[in-house]
């Protein structure tokens, strides 16, 4: 019985944790005034995958880029991430900032302003690459000079 217990245990932390670190991308359920209060609030960037429901390359973004756990730790870490079909509430989105490929990825900072522009399909080695080069942009950004600063 008390082996029954010992291995029940074991296998229930071990499903646990291997189902915990294979998730990629979190993309929340909210408009973008609501990610740029988070964003402020965490100190983090936006995300916005824009898709539309007949897009090749947005499926397969969706099959094998977006589930990839090293995409997920960068882009969980380091933004506030939304999925918008372009077709439905995304509409208003997809003409502010005139978007005519698909997929089309924002990245936006907490103003929502737009710091990089990208799209097409990307392997999570590719996509990676493309947040942490957001992230470094944003980071290494400094202030401009005024005069006080330079007295």
Do not use: H, R
Not at 58 to 72: A, H, I, R, S
């Amino acid at each position: 019985m008390f082996k029954t217990i010992i291995f029940s245990l074991c296998l229930i932390i071990g499903v646990s944790a291997n189902a915990q670190s294979k998730k990629g991308i979190d993309f929340q359920k909210i408009d973008l005034e609501a990610a740029k209060k988070i964003a402020k609030k965490e100190n983090k960037l936006i995300f916005i995958d824009i898709y539309t429901t007949w897009c090749g390359p947005c499926k397969l973004m969706q099959k094998n880029t977006f589930p990839d756990p090293k995409v997920g730790d960068i882009f969980n870490k380091n933004f506030v991430n939304l999925a918008i079909d372009a077709e439905k509430e995304g509409v208003a989105l997809a003409k502010e900032f005139k978007i005519v490929n698909f997929p089309s990825f924002l990245f936006l900072d907490s103003e929502g302003k737009l710091v990089q522009y990208d799209f097409g399909y990307y392997n999570a080695e590719q996509f990676s690459t493309v947040g942490m080069a957001v992230v470094d942009k944003i980071s290494t950004e400094k202030p401009p000079k005024t005069l006080e600063k330079k007295k």
